[in-house]
């Protein structure tokens, strides 16, 4: 039996002014007096101050009414209603912006980042102009601009340009016709609705027989999925007694009725968020491609896989690990971005606080809600990014 | 069995004409017959885009300040005009008329500071006191007040001048705290590691403009009674803070990046903390993340242009003040395209630096 060595430094337990764990206590114990020593004296004189100046506080004011219209919101809203319903409005008219913002950002950046890659010079060297105007020239500045050309440039009201057949889009923005909701429609949500279940239900189907088999039908899988879909969904319409009612807009001496419209304060802050983000997302897209290494793409070519059978099993699993995180933190910065919105008098949370601010005077209040409305919405994206980048990124055994 | 015999294939056929004009667009625009649609789709689109630019920005422009000529030339000719006539309103903000060229003087002294800066020759301490005599010289230049001259208020202050002064003090002030916070957030001190990670996460996780909200309605209230707070310093403070939490992150990233190995070694050599992150870890760690500050550098110029929400009158803010004039409302346009153009110029050339200094600085460093 062999003993078991001694170690080969004892650890001295004598206790010492000079030991490191000592030293680290009392920085910390300092650091931590000092801050409270700080905030205590700026609250002092946040009070003395709000004293002298008989400014009130508390959250109180949420309750009481808000007192001014909302150019746009996703619910009714009037001015009778309280501050919070007022902050909620700007909360969604955030969000709306942002998520489609979002969306078409990561479409467009996708393919002006595959451009850049592109064998093709024109289009190589049209998507790096691309990329280097939006990434180059302020958003405020880019935003001051489309505004300019929604509201100045765009023909007035009376003639508009029509791209398709009921769509007017001129300086009052963009209208189009909308469906208008009848209870036949549930038919056609319930119809898309099983449609959808049997389209995972066909996915899971083809994955299981791939794990077992080593078939691999990708497309007839998606391709029956959508079909079905589509059926199911037109199945639901027709049961629902195949309600076709639309809400078309027409112009009209002083503005526009029926159908839906978007405000030239959205446009601009849509188009001018998606232009910006789309330049950032294309180069995280570019060097995601570009960082999988060249053997893999010799490696699928020697085992003869066809071209789109490469793209979508060699080479994007691979560049997604690269693309999540910083593609993350794009989106952080749009949904963060989209406060310049303040610039162009698009009601969002920070032009509601804003406002707010101005008519109760209470400082602290709004503009902490406003923070901690814009530091929820980054912890809730960056956890649904983990989420999904905990599936693609590289699984060790 | 009949032993294998070695009959010879033919030669392959050499590749056909790879050099020359004909081959060489053969290979870049008609490799496929995609790739031929795609060169005649964009070159459609390219012939019906860029004639009439050309035509209104160039060939119909009128470039002389006047109203009338370039009102009889709106919709068909660019009117740069406007940039003659507004250009000092729009470089200078609301600054006085006659004392303009202190600005310029100003601005071009932190413009040549910059550019020197970028040369690695002369990245030595003595680089920092050039910064602290050029700061000082642009303070009392812009401010007045010395030496005859008249006194100008920060208020007034505006356009060029000011974007470069606040990106490039944020930048400056916000250095020692990002060490500091990226530091701490490594440390194995849980008080001090929790609190710089809150610091930046709360910082990364809200909008600049509500930082600068911040600025301009609590810091007043946090001052003691009676003290005023300049609005050029509470914005400077705002925008510092902001810079430093991003700016931490970029340093840790070095800091990380730096084999263990380095702090094992300084260790054993008896070294203690600051003196390891001194002499040891910051050298290293900072070489490394040179090009990503410079792409800081290059975010905080263009955040600079939010100051405009909170009433300072930068370049993107002045130009706003300028195009205010009902006369040239009209040529808006023309004028944000001027200041995009001074962005974009001097976005590109910095980070095509930053590209360059990438390439440069870590050859020979880089493990792996």
Same mark, same amino acid.
Do not use: N, S
């Given at each position: 039996m062999i003993p078991p060595a001694p170690p080969l430094l004892p650890r001295s337990r004598a206790w010492s002014w000079r030991s490191q764990t000592f030293r680290g206590w009392v920085y910390q114990v300092l650091t931590l007096a000092l801050l409270v020593l700080a905030i205590t004296y700026l609250m002092s004189n946040t009070f003395a101050n709000m004293r002298t100046r008989g400014i009130q506080s508390g959250f109180d004011f949420f309750l009481q009414p808000a007192g001014f219209a909302i150019g746009e919101s996703l619910f009714e809203f009037d001015s009778g209603q309280g501050y919070w319903v007022a902050y909620l409005v700007g909360l969604s008219n955030t969000l709306r912006v942002a998520l489609l913002g979002i969306v078409l950002a990561t479409v467009l950046g996708t393919l002006i980042g595959i451009g850049r890659l592109s064998s093709n010079m024109l289009v190589r060297g049209l998507c790096a102009v691309h990329v280097e105007v939006t990434r180059n020239i302020p958003l405020l500045l880019q935003l001051f601009m489309w505004y300019f050309v929604m509201t100045e440039l765009l023909p007035p009201i009376e003639t508009p340009l029509k791209p398709m057949a009921n769509v007017f889009f001129s300086k009052n923005g963009l209208q189009y016709p909308l469906p208008e909701w009848s209870a036949g429609h549930w038919g056609t949500v319930l119809g898309l609705l099983a449609g959808a279940v049997f389209w995972r239900m066909g996915a899971r189907r083809a994955h299981r027989q791939f794990e077992t088999t080593g078939h691999f039908q990708p497309a007839r899988t998606h391709l029956t999925g959508l079909a079905s879909l589509l059926a199911l969904t037109a199945i639901g319409w027709l049961a629902g007694g195949a309600p076709s009612a639309l809400s078309v807009p027409e112009v009209t001496e002083i503005n526009v009725v029926g159908g839906g419209a978007v405000t030239p304060e959205y446009l601009t802050l849509l188009i001018g968020l998606t232009v910006y983000t789309s330049g950032y997302i294309a180069e995280v897209v570019r060097s995601g491609i570009q960082s999988v290494a060249y053997g893999q793409h010799e490696a699928a070519v020697a085992l003869g896989l066809t071209h789109s059978a490469e793209l979508r099993l060699v080479q994007l699993p691979q560049a997604l690990r690269v693309i999540i995180p910083p593609l993350t933190s794009q989106y952080l910065n749009l949904i963060k971005n989209s406060s310049l919105a303040v610039a162009v008098g698009y009601p969002d949370l920070i032009s509601i606080s804003s406002t707010s601010l101005n008519q109760t005077g209470r400082a602290i209040e709004c503009i902490a809600v406003v923070m901690l409305c814009y530091l929820t919405l980054s912890l809730l994206t960056s956890a649904a990014m983990n989420i999904y980048n905990r599936r693609v990124r590289l699984q060790d055994r | 069995m009949n032993p294998a015999v070695f009959t010879p294939i033919a030669a392959r056929q050499p590749p056909s004409q790879v050099l020359g004009a004909w081959p060489w667009l053969r290979r870049n625009f008609f490799d496929s017959v995609a790739n031929s649609l795609l060169t005649l789709l964009v070159l459609a689109l390219l012939a019906v885009v860029l004639p009439p630019l050309f035509n209104w920005a160039v060939?119909?422009?009128?470039?002389?300040?006047d109203n009338a000529a370039c009102r009889a030339a709106a /919709?068909? /000719?660019?009117?740069w005009g406007v940039v003659t006539e507004k250009g000092r309103l729009i470089l200078f /903000?609301?600054? $006085?008329f006659e004392e303009q060229w202190r600005p310029l003087i100003a601005s071009a002294l932190l413009v040549l500071l910059l550019v020197v800066s970028?040369?690695?020759?002369?990245?030595? $301490?003595?680089l920092v006191g050039a910064w602290v005599v050029v700061f000082t010289a642009f303070y009392l230049l812009m401010k007045g007040d010395v030496a005859g001259l008249t006194l100008v208020d920060t208020e007034r202050w505006g356009g060029l001048p000011l974007t470069l002064l606040l990106s490039s003090v944020s930048l400056v002030l916000a250095f020692p705290l990002a060490i500091l916070l990226a530091l701490g957030r490594q440390s194995q001190l849980p008080a001090i590691r929790t609190l710089c990670v809150i610091f930046i996460e709360f910082v990364r996780g809200v909008p600049l403009i509500s930082v600068l909200f911040m600025a301009s309605f609590i810091l007043p209230l946090l001052m003691p009674q009676g003290a005023k707070i300049d609005v050029l310093v509470r914005v400077l403070i705002g925008m510092t803070l902001f810079t430093a939490a991003y700016l931490a992150e970029v340093i840790r990233g070095g800091l990380q990046a730096l084999p263990k190995g380095q702090m094992e070694a300084a260790h054993s050599l008896g070294l203690g903390y600051w003196q390891i992150q001194r002499k040891i870890v910051l050298p290293q760690a900072l070489r490394l993340v040179v090009p990503a500050i410079v792409n800081t550098f290059i975010g905080a110029f263009k955040d600079t242009s939010l100051v405009t929400i909170v009433s300072l009158y930068d370049l993107t803010g002045a130009v706003q003040l300028a195009l205010g004039d009902a006369d040239w409302r009209k040529f808006f346009m023309e004028g944000q395209l001027f200041v995009a153009a001074i962005y974009f110029i001097a976005c590109l050339a910095m980070s095509r630096y930053s590209q360059w200094l990438e390439g440069h600085l870590n050859t020979g460093i880089r493990r792996q």
């Open positions: - | 060939w119909h422009a009128v470039v002389q300040a /919709g068909v /000719g660019a009117c /903000g609301r600054y $006085p970028c040369l690695r020759i002369v990245w030595r $301490p003595a």
